[in-house]
């Protein structure tokens, strides 16, 4: 709705006001990505925020709601259940591939197939290095996604270039379609005879 923009392109417009330290700016991005998660689609995500396992806090715990399950808005996603986790991280500089995999793990300990790295400038390496790497290594060994979204995709929501839902699914694929080598697999002539 145009109140939900509205009140998303405030905390977006929020985000670049300067900060007293580190946790405010944090704190910030993660306001304007809950109120992302809950105002694009109403009743499709349920937001829970900085929930404690034992040994880690969570920034965002985003569940499908029984309505997203019911009307099979989340088919796309079919097989990576129905609860994924989104880490918020606002500072200077990209991410790196110690932060992605710490996210990571912090996955693997909640049995997580999808993660949303909300990254504000992105992360480190291009193709198969640094964080961008270990993201498409994770996806191919464990089959466990982390879709990363940065301030420029934010900035599209903002000026209604795309949407959440979009760009969620845009991403999913393309790292499903980095990682995916099947298509360069051609079978052997003999296979079939041993």
Request: overall charge neutral.
């Amino acid at each position: 709705s145009e109140n939900n923009h509205k009140q998303f392109c405030e905390l977006y417009d929020n985000v670049f006001e300067p900060y007293s330290n580190t946790k405010e700016k944090g704190n910030k991005l993660e306001d304007l990505v809950k109120v992302l998660f809950v105002n694009s689609f109403p009743n499709i995500f349920e937001v829970k925020r900085n929930c404690r396992t034992s040994t880690n806090e969570i920034d965002l715990m985003i569940s499908w709601t029984s309505q997203a399950n019911s009307i099979g808005i989340n088919n796309e996603f079919n097989g990576l259940g129905n609860t994924f986790l989104c880490e918020c991280k606002n500072y200077d500089g990209k991410v790196d591939v110690t932060y992605i995999g710490k996210f990571s793990s912090l996955l693997c300990c909640s049995d997580t197939k999808l993660g949303i790295m909300v990254a504000w400038q992105g992360v480190t390496g291009n193709g198969w290095s640094a964080g961008s790497g270990l993201i498409k290594k994770i996806a191919l060994a464990e089959k466990r996604y982390i879709i990363v979204i940065t301030q420029s995709d934010l900035c599209d929501i903002y000026h209604r270039k795309t949407n959440l839902f979009e760009l969620m699914k845009d991403k999913f694929r393309a790292l499903k379609q980095d990682v995916s080598y099947e298509k360069c697999i051609i079978r052997h002539e003999l296979a079939d005879k041993w």
